[in-house]
């Protein structure tokens, strides 16, 4: 039996060589550039960095636990902040993501609109928009779930609309050969491929507002981030320290949760 064997690669070009080499000598180049242009004293500068360092660092590994009562109680309102705002955002999304799927609206005027609107609201980011709620309702956490909520219906809203795309359309094709009407698919032959998926990425989206809604309060729109900014202003590192420690622990314990719930609903 004769052996075979695999035919070389073939060599680089000699101008996609000389081509990456010019575009690493240019990057490097605008570099140092930008870094000469810099009129900075760098050994003041590090030895500021350093001695910030030293103060802040080892005071953070030391948590002030006397304020542990406060810090749970923001750590809860941040929990609930984000749970309101990403229970609102993954209903709100449903209308949102059936209207940006070309194979349930039927048109591409509908479906384009309904892509606009779902880029349009992603275009902000959620410290933007709580800042302009915080400014509509006042400084308090009901600002945050709307930041939250109107923040995650963007991304929620597009990544259903790409479920809904998904689904297999043989089933809708065989109901409607067979006489149903168009709740009959949607509840029969729609919803129950899309139910799964839908609720994966909410839970996801959870996780993630966790974290968003935990630097929200820094402008005021309630959380742990409002004692972020008290504690930075007052340069009590103790007390930041307790606070990193509960956002890391609150933090953990959701992504470990939330993925057993994800593995078992998909």
Do not use: C
């Amino acid at each position: 039996m004769e052996s075979y064997t695999l035919p070389p690669k073939p060599e680089k070009s000699l101008f996609k060589k000389i081509k990456a080499i010019l575009i690493t000598v240019i990057i490097a180049a605008i570099y140092v550039w930008t870094f000469l242009g810099i009129d900075i004293d760098w050994a003041r500068a590090i030895d500021r960095i350093a001695n910030n360092f030293a103060r802040v660092i080892p005071n953070l590994f030391r948590p002030d636990w006397s304020a542990t009562a406060e810090v749970s109680l923001s750590i809860l309102e941040t929990v609930l902040i984000a749970f309101a705002g990403s229970l609102m955002a993954a209903i709100l999304a449903i209308p949102l993501g059936f209207l940006a799927a070309h194979n349930m609206t039927g048109s591409r005027i509908l479906t384009t609109i309904g892509k606009w609107i779902l880029s349009a609201v992603r275009a902000f980011p959620d410290i933007i928009l709580a800042i302009l709620f915080v400014v509509a309702v006042g400084p308090n956490a009901f600002a945050g779930v709307l930041a939250i909520a109107i923040g995650s219906t963007g991304m929620l809203g597009k990544l259903y609309s790409e479920v809904i795309e998904s689904i297999d359309m043989k089933v809708v094709e065989a109901m409607e050969a067979n006489g149903a009407n168009k709740i009959q698919i949607l509840f029969y032959a729609v919803i129950p491929q899309i139910i799964p998926e839908f609720l994966s990425y909410a839970i996801y989206r959870f996780e993630v507002d966790i974290r968003a809604s935990s630097i929200l309060g820094i402008v005021g729109a309630g959380g742990i981030g409002t004692m972020i900014i008290f504690a930075a202003n007052n340069r009590n590192w103790n007390e930041m320290g307790l606070i990193l420690l509960a956002i890391i622990i609150v933090v953990t314990i959701i992504d470990f949760v939330s993925a057993r719930i994800r593995r078992k609903i998909v």
